[in-house]
């Protein structure tokens, strides 16, 4: 599904955020990517989605190599990419089926295909009863939610997540992690770039773990007992 090869991604000033970073993320896996602040989490993540190009080093999506795409064609790979965030960015004064609905509006969608996808996306993270609220009216849980759905609801097979549960208590982030193994267990491939140790020791799951940049462990989360 996902594979980096040797990848090093130095910004301009000489900084390396990335200095050769190798592996490969099977189809219908999911992962953890963890690390300090710093680490090289989030830029590993904008190098999936295209919004950064390595300075050295190959990544490939579908075995697809990504520095044979061109500006243009980056809207076509991106599709095959559900994105996650800490801040999800809804528009706080359209309703949670309008923010569902956004990337297929941008794809042409309409009408009952429309709906009908929308509905199966917060069917599947549990808001199908909040379809007609604005997201100020939800709480936080909830939003992130929107947001996830929002992210899947063109069927991506790979989903991407930095910090998705940055601002929830550990009880709600038990349940963000819920649907992403309900997404996982559907064949979706999902890597979650997360710095909370406790969470990720409750999970067994693998781990990618960087530091200054390297690939310092690949292995089952710390803390899970083997
Ligand atoms: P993490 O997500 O693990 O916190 P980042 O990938 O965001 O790490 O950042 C890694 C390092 O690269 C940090 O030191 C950060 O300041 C630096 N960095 C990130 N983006 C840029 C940029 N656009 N230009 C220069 N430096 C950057
Ligand atoms: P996050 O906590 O989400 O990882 P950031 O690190 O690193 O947030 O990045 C927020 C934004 O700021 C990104 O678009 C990143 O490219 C940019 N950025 C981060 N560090 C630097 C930096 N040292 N110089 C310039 N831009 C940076």
Known sequence: MLRFEQV?????GGFVALDRVSFELEKGEMAFLTGHSGAGKSTLLRLIS?????????????GVDLSKIRQRQVPYI????????????????????????????????????????VHA??????????????????????????????????????????????NLDPELSKE?????????????????????LSLLARMRYRTLTLRNGRMINDGLSWGADE
């Not at 090093?8 to 301009?12: A, D, E, V």
């Not at 609220?133 to 991407?160: D, K």
């Open 121 to 166: 996306a917060l069917d599947k993270v549990g808001l199908l009863d909040k379809v007609r609220c604005l997201p100020h009216t939800l709480s936080g849980g909830e939003q992130q939610r929107v947001g996830i759905a929002r992210a899947v609801v063109n069927r991506p097979p790979l989903l991407l997540a930095d910090e998705p549960t940055g």
């Open 78 to 117: 991106r599709r095959d990419i559900g994105m996650i965030f800490q801040n999800h960015k809804l528009l706080m004064n359209h309703t949670v089926f309008d923010n569902v609905a956004l990337p297929l509006v941008i794809e042409g969608f309409s009408g009952k295909d429309m709906a009908k996808r």
């Open 50 to 62: 295209l919004i950064e190009r390595p300075s050295a080093g190959r990544v490939f999506i579908n």
């Open 8 to 12: 090093t991604k130095g910004y301009s």
């Open 176 to 196: 963000i992690m819920g649907v992403f193994e309900a997404f996982n267990q559907v064949g979706v491939s999902v890597l979650i770039a997360s710095h909370d």
